[in-house]
């Protein structure tokens, strides 16, 4: 008997489970392709995810392939936001990973086709891509229309978390404010804005790893279901021609979808998510890249926060190729999942609105939207939107109210408690202290609600929300949990930010600082989740995106 005859028998027992499932002996012998899809009703932006999986499946199956579904697990930012929730939204990025290599390792799949939308869900997703080393494709399931009331457009930072503050400044009524909540999100799909779910998104097509336009089309179009069934063809094709996910995630696709992000002003949690996918491609990743070349990319786009326009008006004008488009002269070739090189999809974009993507020439801003600041208080780094931030707010001295934990922060500004000449500083919500690194939108999005965003900074080891702007920096590394100085500020201290040098200084001497390091002893939590005490115990700093390192 044949070597090759030989191992066709000593699979039959699996073909016969296989078999078990419906499929045909024909169908085993195609590529089989597995569709990871974050589908659940608990997640706007994944709810209507189930009609996207049968495009997926009629194009797998048009080509050639034999597609299976499986799911993992998704999480929504903006529920778990402000409460013990959210201390498990980064560390689901690990697991989403962690699922789809046992999964598509056990099942030994020759493709997948990865159905995403929301914050952790996309990276970990693409973190499972490159670690696996599969040919892959991505889709993100698209944003969410804007909410209307009369001719105004509502989004939900502006219009649900803003507006709390809004109303305990007395600027709008209770009556105003249930109002909004009922308008601000009309459909399924990730939250309108540039926040962290529509920025990786749209770096995920910048990256190569998703089809054309994907990153911006609505969620609700019937456009979305035919890049899917797209999608779905693809993937057999780059099964057949051996393409593979670490041939598309190449250094110069790194470099750039940073471009992309930076001339959109995209969410400070790009530079989290980026390095983690490039630790998992095996590629060399130093934060100061973004530094470097937000220096000499231009901010090209106002989008929301901060800025003017929504998901739908960066689609309708053009979508990522327009903004490829308009960045040619500063892009790398490299090989996307469409079989053009990312250049090519640059030279066909085309710009229909000459405002919500400016030429490079008439940009919003001559430097990129997010800046690394270093200084004794962050000698590995700290992030700052600056895209989001008022001129007024780019050089600022301030005082420390100091606050050892989200929730503490919260109340005092809420209360009142908060001036204006004050720097918040929250710690010990870094990705060990945390543990799980939480968002802070609620504090920020109340300070600027309550007319304190010219006047206010906030500085913390944990993060911001993509819906975050103004004076706000976070991943300051180290963090207070592993002894960075963060630990040591004072109530009182005087802190200064300088984001045109990208310094972020305790205003004390260097022997006092020293002799409060030497000093100081962090505060240990007790951690009652056997979750995040695993997370706690293997996570890195956030300067290195936060992965793990086993």
């Known amino acids: 008997m044949k070597s090759d005859t030989l191992r066709e028998f000593e699979k039959l027992p699996a073909r016969a489970l296989m078999m078990a499932t419906g499929l045909q002996r024909k169908d085993i012998e195609k590529p089989l392709i597995g569709i990871v899809s974050s589908w659940t009703d608990l997640v706007p932006g994944h709810a209507d995810m189930d009609s996207l999986e049968r495009f997926i499946e009629r194009g797998v199956a048009a080509a050639g392939g034999t597609p299976f579904i499986f799911r993992v697990p998704a999480v929504c930012d903006g529920i778990a936001m402000g409460h013990e929730g959210m201390r498990f939204s980064l560390p689901l990025r690990e697991i989403i990973a962690d699922a789809i290599e046992d999964v598509a390792t056990a099942h030994q799949l020759d493709g997948l086709v990865l159905l995403t939308a929301c914050d952790k869900i996309t990276p970990g997703m693409l973190m499972a891509a490159a670690r696996l080393n599969l040919p892959a494709i991505v889709v993100t399931a698209g944003p969410m229309l804007a909410g209307r009331r009369g001719k105004e457009r509502l989004d939900l930072v502006t219009h649900t978390f803003e507006a709390i503050g809004k109303y305990k400044a007395g600027e709008i009524t209770l009556e105003e404010l249930l109002e909004l909540e009922g308008a601000a999100c009309p459909s399924s799909g990730a939250c309108q804005g540039m926040f ?121 004008a053009g979508g990522i190729p327009g903004v490829l488009n308009r960045l040619t002269e500063k892009l790398e070739n490299s090989p996307t999942v469409s079989g053009l090189d990312i250049k090519e999809i640059a030279s066909m974009g085309r710009i229909w609105d000459e405002d919500v993507i400016r030429p490079v020439d008439n940009p919003y801003s001559k430097e990129g939207g997010i800046a690394i600041l270093y200084g004794n208080l962050a000698p590995d780094g700290a992030v700052i939107k600056q895209g989001a931030l008022s001129e007024k707010m780019r050089v600022f001295t301030g005082t420390a109210r100091v606050f050892e934990c989200e929730e503490d922060a919260m109340k005092a500004v809420m209360n009142g408690q908060i001036k204006p000449g004050d720097v918040i500083v929250i710690r010990y919500e870094g990705p060990k202290g945390g543990p799980g690194m939480r968002e802070m939108l609620a504090v920020t999005a109340a300070v600027m609600g309550m007319g304190l965003g010219e006047s206010v900074a906030l500085i913390t080891d944990g993060r911001f929300s993509g819906g975050t702007h103004g004076p706000c920096i976070g991943h300051i590394s180290p963090e207070a949990a592993e002894g960075g100085p963060i630990g040591v500020v004072k109530d009182g201290d005087k802190i200064h930010i300088n984001v045109p040098e990208r310094r972020l200084e305790l205003l004390i001497n260097e022997e006092e600082l020293q002799e409060r390091l030497k000093n100081f002893k962090p505060k240990q939590k007790e951690i009652k989740s056997k979750l995040l005490r695993k997370y706690a115990k293997f996570v890195t700093s956030a300067s290195k995106g936060a992965v793990q390192e086993i």
């Open 196 to 316: 962290t779910a529509n920025t990786m998104a749209c770096l995920t097509e910048a990256l190569g790893m998703s089809l054309p336009y994907c990153g911006t089309s609505p969620a609700p179009l019937a456009e979305k279901k035919r890049i899917a069934e797209a999608s779905g063809e693809k993937i057999v094709e780059l099964v057949k021609k051996g393409i593979k996910a670490r041939d598309i995630l190449t250094p110069e696709a790194f470099r750039n979808a940073i471009r992309v992000d930076l001339a959109l002003g995209g969410s400070t949690n790009t530079v989290l998510h980026l390095p983690a996918i490039a630790y998992e491609a095996g590629i060399p990743f130093d934060i100061k890249l973004f530094d470097q070349l937000s220096r000499e990319t231009p901010k090209i786009c106002s989008m929301r926060p901060g800025g003017k326009y929504l998901m739908e008006d960066l689609h309708y």
